[in-house]
């Protein structure tokens, strides 16, 4: 693989949880639940549209009431913005993983001219090793986008991306190519992203989580990342949408027993990250942002900002690390914390219970 520094495409900035020094930090990955299965049509996504300037912009007319604008309120009080694309017209959104992860509040506003200016959001599930996350919106009446096919996609294949990049205060778009098929990056925090699109069209931070459409508006990909190094241009990533779909159905999942024990969670990778929670700087682990009244963890008495550095004696560095350790447990197991925080380390023990359907509180 290149030797390219990758950065996620987000606009977040958060008090306390970082990807790296000089990188914004990033939002929550303490949420998994479950919900009723998404169906889709998948059609090929060759064919009918000319690229043609009066077709694109219709093209981009349809599409635009289905991609949203994710706007985020983190641990000590950052905010922030990525993009989302409805799935369903029922309130099913999909996102990316490091748009909502260490999140405390998710706003969605749409562009549909139906709907209120914003509506509340709720992140239903996450599978961060795969940079994909899931919100639900009080809603029954949204425009879900049509579902293409990332696999006929060909090198020069005409794309879109659109999405609420660097908070410009409206949806962007932008045009290219399929530059590159089947690609693998290493964003950060432990995550391995493979079978990705690459694209010419313009990706920025804030564009994570919107979608890449063909010429006909049909999403191919979730626009995840970018290169950031002197010496590449024009060089974004998308997740291809026959591998998220597979994703996205295994988090809604009505019967997985995903656990949690009653906290959000953001990464602590940084030097810069450590020092702002008051920790040496060499510490590394994921912070709690947020203790939910009722759970395990605030029986266990956690409060926001302590740093969890390991799970039953295995070291925890980021919240993909975070959530491989309690995938391996089933609702009932207790496990251990090492916890740090200011005042120095100690160990708590708390009981994992099943993820509730809604947030407590």
Same mark, same amino acid.
């Given at each position: ?12 900035? $958060? ?30 996504? =060759? ?15 349809? $599409?635009? @009431?289905? +991609? ?6 983190? #641990? ?31 706003? +969605? ?13 709720? $992140?239903?599930?996450?599978? @961060? ?34 999405? #609420? ?5 409206? @949806? =962007? ?107 040496? @700087?060499?510490?590394?682990?994921? +912070? ?7 759970? *395990? ?47 120095? *380390?100690?160990?708590?023990? $708390? ?11």
């Amino acid at each position: 693989m290149s030797r390219l520094l990758l950065t996620l495409a987000a606009l977040i900035v $958060v008090g306390g949880c970082s990807l790296g020094d000089g990188e914004e930090a990033q939002a929550p990955s303490a949420t998994t639940t479950a919900a009723a299965t998404v169906t889709v049509t998948q059609v090929e996504s =060759t064919g009918d549209a000319s690229g043609a300037p009066d077709a694109v912009a219709d093209m981009i007319e349809r $599409v635009l @009431p289905s +991609v949203v604008n994710v706007r985020t309120i983190s #641990f000590g009080g950052g905010s922030g913005e990525g993009s989302g694309i409805v799935l369903d017209r029922t309130g099913i959104i999909v996102t990316n993983n490091h748009v909502v992860e260490g999140t405390t509040r998710v706003n +969605v506003a749409f562009n549909d001219g139906r709907m209120p200016r914003t509506l509340r959001g709720e $992140v239903i599930g996450v599978a @961060p090793e795969r940079d994909l996350a899931v919100i639900r919106v009080a809603a029954t009446d949204l425009r879900p986008i049509r579902i293409g096919m990332s696999s006929t996609l060909r090198l020069g294949d005409g794309v879109v991306a659109i999405g #609420f990049p660097l908070g410009l205060g409206g @949806p =962007t778009v932008t045009q290219g190519i399929v530059s590159g098929l089947d690609r693998t990056v290493e964003p950060g925090g432990g995550v391995r992203l493979r079978g990705l699109l690459q694209t010419d069209a313009a990706i920025n931070r804030g564009n994570s989580g919107g979608p890449l459409v063909d010429l006909a508006g049909r999403l191919v990909g979730i626009n995840t990342a970018v290169a950031r190094d002197m010496d590449a241009q024009n060089i974004g990533f998308a997740i291809a949408i026959e591998e998220a779909l597979s994703v996205i159905e295994e988090i809604r999942r009505p019967n997985a027993a995903r656990v949690w024990f009653g906290v959000a969670v953001g990464s602590v990778e940084s030097d810069a990250a450590a020092v702002r929670l008051g920790l040496d @700087p060499s510490v590394r682990g994921v +912070v709690v942002s947020a203790v939910y009244d009722g759970q *395990p963890g605030a029986r266990a008495e956690l409060v926001a900002g302590d740093v969890i550095v390991r799970i039953d004696g295995r070291p925890v560095r980021s919240t993909a690390a975070y959530e491989k350790e309690l995938s391996r447990h089933d609702p009932g197991d207790r496990i251990e914390l090492e916890l740090v925080d200011s005042a120095g *380390p100690r160990l708590v023990t $708390v009981e994992l219970v099943r993820r509730p359907s809604s947030l407590p509180g």
